[in-house]
Nanobody, 124 residues
Framework: QVQLVESGGGLVQAGGSLRLSCAAS????????MAWFRQAPGKEREFVAG????????KYGDSVKGRFTISRDNAKSTLYVQMNNLKPEDTAVYYC?????????????????WGQGTQVTVSS
């Protein structure tokens, strides 16, 4: 089992930037497909960005393409997402997730491990 701990959330004005980090507890971090999801109040959990274990072409949700960049440092067992040009509609709790499957999926149900989430609030 792997434990995931997110950090870096906070309050930012529209147009600003934040970088979220997700630290994994296991040395086998490099074997997991990793992703970021988010969930706003009253809405379903939404795929934000994902990256396979070999850091192949990253995948992004349509609403964040061109603004968010996902990356991973397997040596540090850490996943990141750089969020630029933030908008009020980006306000949500952001979750890090790990998938043991070798096939990439943007479906939340495919992910086996989840962090506790970090709040991102974007003011207008």
């Amino acid at each position: 089992q792997v434990q995931l701990v997110e950090s870096g959330g906070g309050l930012v004005q529209a147009g600003g930037s934040l970088r979220l980090s997700c630290a994994a507890s296991r040395q086998t971090f490099s074997s997991y497909t990793m992703a970021w999801f988010r969930q706003a109040p009253g809405k379903e959990r939404e795929f934000v960005a994902g990256m396979t274990r070999r850091s192949a072409v990253p995948k992004y949700g349509d609403s964040v393409k061109g603004r968010f960049t996902i990356s991973r440092d397997n040596a540090k067992s850490t996943l990141y997402v750089q969020m630029n040009n933030l908008k009020p509609e980006d306000t949500a709790v952001y979750y890090c997730a790990a998938d043991t499957s070798i096939l990439f999926s943007s479906a939340a149900a495919s992910y086996d491990y989840w962090g506790q989430g970090t709040q991102v609030t974007v003011s207008s």
